[in-house]
């Protein structure tokens, strides 16, 4: 049963921007804490901002101010969208989602995955 589902990645220049989505099922996408997460080859999966139910935001220091999640609560989407992005945006981007009400920061505590799309910024 797949309940997170990324698209949106691309590859775009330094300076661009782009949009993710996450369509998630009803469930997961009103009660539970939601996320992004990305990881490089050889590094650890990262944070990079989380949403909890009650609209409550945490952004990656590396992304503040240049990132924004949110939902459409119309369409069950988790979006992320990137501005200013740079070569060190590029990642493989994942959603994620896990069952508190305090959102961990840490890929370890989620226990929904989406299958991830890749980001590449060429500079």
């Known amino acids: 049963q797949v309940q997170l589902v990324e698209s949106g990645g691309a590859s775009v220049q330094a300076g661009g921007s782009l949009t993710l989505s996450c369509v998630a099922s009803?469930?997961?996408?009103?009660?539970?804490?939601l996320a992004w997460f990305r990881q490089i080859p050889g590094s650890e999966r990262e944070m990079v901002a989380v949403?909890?139910?009650?609209?409550?935001?945490n952004y990656a220091s590396s992304v503040k101010g240049r990132f924004d999640i949110s939902k459409d609560y119309s369409k069950n989407t988790l979006s992320l969208q990137m501005n200013a992005l740079k070569p060190e945006d590029t990642a493989m981007y994942y959603c994620?989602?896990?069952?508190?009400?305090?959102?961990?920061?840490?890929?370890?505590?989620?226990?929904?995955w989406g299958q991830g799309t890749q980001v590449t910024v060429s500079s």
């Open positions: 009803e469930s997961l996408f009103i009660n539970y804490c």
């Open positions: 949403l909890d139910r009650a609209g409550r935001l």
């Open positions: 994620a989602a896990v069952g508190f009400n305090t959102c961990p920061l840490y890929s370890s505590d989620y226990t929904y």
